[in-house]
């Protein structure tokens, strides 16, 4: 942990990368959806949009997610060490709201990657309407995991 710890702010800047890029997928997939929800299926529209959504999940958000995890992680090992190894402050109100919020967020990015798979397949049911309306609330959680990780609920 004394490694970690004196790198701590290294992996704060790698984390706080890993994340804007997870974010930026996050955000851009639905609205990809919200227009693919118009292709007709088999036409051309239909096949770039496809091709589109595979390599932001494959390229883009994949490795984002898990970067932002791997150092998130290293981040705990880091702070713990910093602490003489006193794990306690993982549960402070701030880390555990921010640790439900990032398996909340994770859950959404695995239910972007399946419904990438329904609309390569032709079998997305989901209305435009939906996926404009859903881009709102991974933006309001990740308001409130940067707000809970920078201020700790004032408690810092
Ligand atoms: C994926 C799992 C994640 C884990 C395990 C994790 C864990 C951590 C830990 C342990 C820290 C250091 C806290 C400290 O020592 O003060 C941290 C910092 C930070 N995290 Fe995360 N995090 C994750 C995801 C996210 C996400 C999704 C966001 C934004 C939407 C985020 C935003 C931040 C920010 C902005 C900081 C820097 C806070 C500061 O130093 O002021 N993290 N994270």
Redesign the pocket.
Known sequence: MTFLAGH?DLL?GL??IA?IA??AGLLYLPRLYVYHTRAARGSELDTTFQEMESKLLRIIMVPA?AA??L???L??G??TG?RGGDWSWLLQPW?LT??V??VV??GWHGFLSSSQKQFAAGTNKRSEKFWRMSNEGPFI??IV??LA??T?FLS?
Request: hydrophobic residues 70%; without cysteine; charged residues 10%.
């Open positions: 701590y704060r984390h706080i994340v997870w974010m997610m932002a995890w150092f998130g992680l981040l705990i880091a702070n910093l880390m921010k640790l919020l990032v967020m994770s959680v990740a995991i940067v990780a920078t700790q810092r």
